[in-house]
């Protein structure tokens, strides 16, 4: 097991009195939020951290992979009011701030399926809010060429439903547990696949449209070994406010993946400054910016 954010080099972004000088400007924009209950998308702490590296990179084009609700789309237009977005969900139907400006392009097709070669990967960030195979996502960035790519919700072993950078450096994989009612959704998803395979035209991007649930990826040391020679840089964005302790086995087990230092000293006086980020604290899991070679 390796600790990423030792073993990379630092970024140039990486720096807290930076980002802390960043804070009081995203709060006032968060105020004008289109959407107040972003439920099972991004929250304060997470929509601080694209803020923020955006303003850093300062893109000409973003790629947002999972749009959900429209929350970050939103906020990429208003961090970056020049910059081109191609917004992709393979569930448009869930959006409820739909952008009307001419530099924003919707799309349901899967980012694999893009035309790579229409993109400036050099002025490019692709962003990837959407719980895929992080190990997947960064082989095809590295493959067409991009080199800035954020991830949201890496999460560490055993929380989360995605496989991402420190579940591949823990080498733990992915094994999900069904409750009962994902076990329905999945059965639903099968029948709803195989009708529209079978009676009516279905395109390739299609398939996911239809969640199987079968995620799990075995441990894979060479996918760690693959990782330290594409990336070059690794920053996860801290937390604003320290997360409660939920598992505190869980978190001794893998302390190397707890160490970010909060930015803010949950105090009354900065609670009471930044309510929002302190109710979302809990929601805080390590997005990361990573540069590639």
Known sequence: MINPTKFFKRSSIDKSADIFAYLDEFSELYNQRPIRDNEGGAKFPHMFGLFYILKKIKPKFVIESGVWKGQSTWLIEKTLPKAKILALDVKLNKREYISKSKNVIYSNKDFKFLDQSKYNKKKTVVFFDDHQNFFERI????????????????????????????????????????????????????????????????????????????????PNKNIELI?????????????????????????????????????????????????FAYQDRNFYNWMTFVKLK
């Open 227 to 275: 990782l330290k020679k594409i990336i070059k840089e690794y920053f996860e964005f801290p937390p604003i406010f320290k997360k409660d302790i939920i598992k505190p086995n869980h978190q001794n087990k893998y302390k190397k993946f707890f160490i970010q230092k909060p930015l803010l000293k949950s105090n009354s006086k900065n609670i009471k400054k930044y309510k």
């Open 139 to 218: 082989s095809q960035c590295y493959f067409y060429g991009f080199k800035h790519i954020i991830f949201d919700d890496n999460y560490p072993p055993n929380e989360g439903d995605c496989y991402s950078f420190k579940k591949i450096f823990s080498n733990t994989g992915v094994s999900r547990s069904f409750h009962y009612k994902w076990k329905l959704i999945i059965l639903k998803n099968i029948l709803f696949y195989f009708i529209k395979k079978f009676f009516l035209p279905l395109k390739s991007y299609e398939v996911n449209l239809y969640d199987f649930g079968f995620s799990d990826v075995k």
